[in-house]
C-alpha cells in the first residue's frame, strides 16, 4: 500500500467515523492541555502513539502453501493505523455504541456454564470499571454464522443501530466451504468491511481461534481463512484482535487447545471467553491487571 493510499483511507476513515457525527467542542476531550482539541487531532495522536509502540514489530505468520509467511513492520504499521480512532473514542466524553457481530465467538450462549462471555465482560470493563455508563454494548452474534449471512442481515444486525465501533468475528464457519470457498470469503469480507466504514463506524476484527481438527475434519481450512483475514485487514488498515496468534503462542499442542473449548470441537468456554475479553482490553489499551473484569484474562 503506498502512502498516498495510506492517507486517503485515512481520511475517509476520519470522516466517516468522528467529522462525520458532528460531536460538539463541549464534548471533545482535553488531552495534555486545557484547550479543547479537534477530533482530527484526536485520531491522529491516538494513531501515532499506537505507530510507536509498533515501529520495530514484525508479526511472524505460520508460513502458508503460496502465501507470505511474515507481515511487514509497513503493513503492521498500516494495519494498526485504523486503531488510532477507536482509542479517539475512548478519550470523549460523549457516550459510545459498540457492536458486536459475527458467529459463535462473540454470542457465546451456551457454552460458559452460566459465566460471562467476552462481550458482557467488555460491557463490565467498559460500562461499569472505565465509568463510560452513556456507552452502550450490543451483541448479535449468532452460532454458526458465516460472511454470506452477515452480509445479508448486516442492516439488520448492525448497521440500524447506527454503531461507532463494530467488532466482527468471521472464518470459523466459513472455512468449511474449503479452497472454493477462499477468493468468495475474501470477498465478501471487503464488502462487509466497505459498508461498515460506508456507515460511519470503525470495524475491528477479531481473528478466529485454532479448533480441535481431529474432532472437526470439515475445518481444516480455517488456517487459509485466517491468512485472507490478515490480508484484508491489512489492505484496508483495520485493527483486529489476533486471537489465533495468542492461541499458538499459550496452547500450540492441540490437546491444550482442545480444552479451552465447551465442546471440545469449536466452541469457546468460560475461561477462554475471560481470555479473548483480555485480549481486546490489551487491543483497546484498557487493560489492567487490577481490574475485576481483567482477572485472570491474560493466560501465564
Not at 458467529?103 to 460500562?127: H, K
Amino acid at each position: 500500500m503506498n502512502s498516498r493510499d495510506s492517507q486517503s483511507r485515512r481520511r475517509r476513515l476520519i470522516h466517516h467515523n468522528l467529522l462525520g457525527k458532528e460531536a460538539s467542542r463541549a464534548e471533545r476531550v482535553e488531552q495534555h492541555s486545557p484547550a479543547a482539541i479537534s477530533d482530527e487531532d484526536a485520531v491522529e495522536q491516538a494513531t501515532q502513539a499506537v505507530l510507536a509502540t509498533v515501529s520495530t514489530r514484525v508479526e511472524k505468520v505460520k508460513p502458508l502453501t503460496g502465501a507470505s509467511s511474515t507481515i511487514s513492520t509497513a503493513e503492521e504499521s498500516h494495519r494498526l493505523a485504523g486503531l488510532g480512532a477507536i482509542l479517539a473514542l475512548l478519550r470523549r466524553k460523549s457516550s459510545v455504541t459498540w457492536l458486536f457481530t459475527g458467529d459463535n465467538i462473540v454470542q457465546g450462549a451456551g457454552c460458559t456454564d452460566g459465566r460471562r462471555s467476552c462481550v458482557e465482560l467488555f460491557a463490565e470493563r467498559i460500562r461499569g470499571e472505565l465509568r463510560r455508563a452513556g456507552d452502550v454494548v450490543i451483541n448479535t452474534g449468532v452460532s454458526g454464522d458465516s460472511a454470506p449471512q452477515l452480509l445479508a442481515t448486516l442492516k439488520r444486525r448492525a448497521l440500524r443501530y447506527r454503531p461507532d465501533v463494530v467488532v466482527i468475528s468471521l472464518g470459523i464457519n466459513d472455512c468449511k466451504a474449503g479452497t472454493d470457498g477462499r477468493e468468495p470469503f475474501r470477498l465478501i469480507m471487503r464488502d462487509i468491511l466497505d459498508r461498515v466504514r460506508t456507515a460511519g463506524a470503525i470495524p475491528l476484527v477479531i481473528l478466529p481461534h485454532p479448533v480441535y481438527v481431529p474432532a472437526t475434519r470439515n475445518r481444516s481450512d480455517l488456517r487459509q481463512y485466517v491468512e485472507i483475514l490478515r490480508q484484508e485487514i491489512v489492505r484496508d488498515e483495520v485493527p483486529c484482535v489476533d486471537q489465533w496468534t495468542d492461541w499458538l503462542q499459550h496452547w500450540p499442542d492441540p490437546t491444550a487447545t482442545r480444552g479451552r473449548l465447551a465442546d471440545g470441537r469449536i466452541q469457546l468456554n468460560a475461561a477462554a471467553h475471560q481470555h479473548l475479553a483480555g485480549l481486546i482490553f490489551q487491543t483497546l489499551q484498557i487493560f489492567d491487571s487490577q481490574s475485576a473484569a481483567c482477572f485472570g484474562s491474560i493466560a501465564k
